[in-house]
């Protein structure tokens, strides 16, 4: 079996943006709607958000099979039995919020969930970040339901350094 050279760059940077240490600091970014949210960042990246028992697991970008076209993965790591029924992951990075999965029927494998986001096109405009060339910062809202109803939320951030996204770019053919 090949590896994609790409793919498996991409995993490294991943491992790179693992979480944080103490001692970090704080950034402000801005979020859907105006309003902001505080991230710690250290030295491994942005902290990972958390709420009710449930912790996010770093937020990750895969080039897909066909040229010029990409999915985001997100894992979410539970403390303890899950009891939830929906799970829903938003990028409230820019004006318009981007709904990324609806997961009606989570299954937590290992106490770890993971989700996929449909295959997006390099030209769809919820990927811009990719073609501009600084450190991007991407918020997600997680929405998490549980069986009786109640809902927690939070917010995990997404570091892609520059390089990374050289990558992705060149594994589409741009050359910039």
């Not at 902001?36 to 996010?56: F, M, N, R, S, W």
Request: proline content about 7%; glycine content about 10%.
């Amino acid at each position: 079996m090949r590896i994609c050279p790409a793919l498996l760059l991409t995993a490294l940077a991943l491992l790179t943006f693992s979480g944080c240490q103490s001692g970090g600091v704080k950034a402000v970014l801005p979020i859907s709607g105006g309003g902001k949210i505080d991230v710690e960042l250290g030295a491994d990246g942005p902290k990972p958000g958390e709420a009710d028992g449930y912790t996010a697991i770093r937020p990750a970008v895969f080039p897909g099979k066909e040229n010029r076209e990409l999915n985001y993965e997100f894992g979410i790591h539970s403390s303890g039995a899950s009891d939830l029924k929906r799970i829903q992951i938003v990028d409230v990075s820019d004006d318009q919020p981007i709904p990324l999965i609806d997961d009606t029927h989570p299954k937590f494998i290992n106490s770890i969930w993971l989700g996929k986001s449909e295959m997006i096109s390099a030209d769809d405009p919820r990927l811009k970040w990719v073609l501009q060339l600084p450190m991007s910062l991407r918020v997600y809202r997680y929405t998490l339901t549980h069986a009786d109803g109640k809902q927690a939320s939070f917010y995990n951030v997404g570091a892609y350094p520059p390089w990374l996204k050289t990558l992705i770019r060149t594994k589409w053919g741009d050359n910039y």
